[in-house]
């Protein structure tokens, strides 16, 4: 019975942080060339300028390198906070799979890649990230913090929860959004990973939690997870 055991057990991400690195990575290369390779000072990232806006924090060097007007973001303006939720009923865990790859994923395993490659990019910008998974009940909560210590527990969360095989756990979404929403009291930018399979079905309900989300500004945005053969 222990052998069984052993041989249905999932082993997951073999390394989260890795694989989501190579996602953010990738698509940022995938979208352009950077124009700033080989350029280096102490500031948080570049924008593009807008017209209008004070030319005071204009790069005029890098202007020179790419005839394009960016303005330096400094490490004091990056503090945004932000709140990722995941559904981890048993529907999201559909279908079963033993190992996980970028090009073998069910639902959770790709919510749980996405949140872990939004973590990438909130920790290169010095921003703010909390968590909250939910199934049945409300199975965990860290509020936002910008540590590397709390980085690394929310990925062994994230790669914990992908490796968990829930039986028949079925949820309310708009319940658990409801107490996620009272737990966030600043403003923030969520993103909620959910199949949107319920135990019961109640339009009104989930978007009067959705609502309660966007209450005091929160920028809310939903992705709608599913599998392409069910």
Known sequence: MNLQNELNKTS?????ELLAQQVVEGFIAGMHKSPFHGFSAEFA?????????STRHIDWKLFAKTDKLY???????????????????????????????????????????AAASLMNIL???RD???LSIYSDQYDYYAPEKGSN????MLLDQLSETVIQRPLNKTTETYKYLHQIAEKIHRRSMIFLFTDML????????????????????????????Y????
């Open 149 to 152: 210590r709390h980085h690394n």
């Open 45 to 53: 990232e570049h924008k593009i300028y807008n017209q209008g806006e």
């Open 12 to 16: 997951g991400f073999k390394n989260l």
């Open 123 to 125: 920790k290169k910008q």
């Open 227 to 230: 599998d392409k053969e069910k």
């Open 71 to 113: 303005t330096k973001r400094y490490d004091e303006e990056t503090n945004l906070r932000c709140h990722i939720i995941v559904d981890s009923s048993s529907s999201m865990h559909y279908p079963e799979k033993k190992e996980f790859s970028i090009d073998n994923l069910n639902k959770i395993s790709f919510s749980v890649l």
């Open 198 to 225: 319920q135990t019961k079905v109640d339009k009104v309900k989930l978007f009067d939690a959705l609502r309660h989300l966007k209450y005091n500004n929160h920028e809310v945005i939903l992705f709608h997870v």
């Open 128 to 130: 703010a990230v909390g």
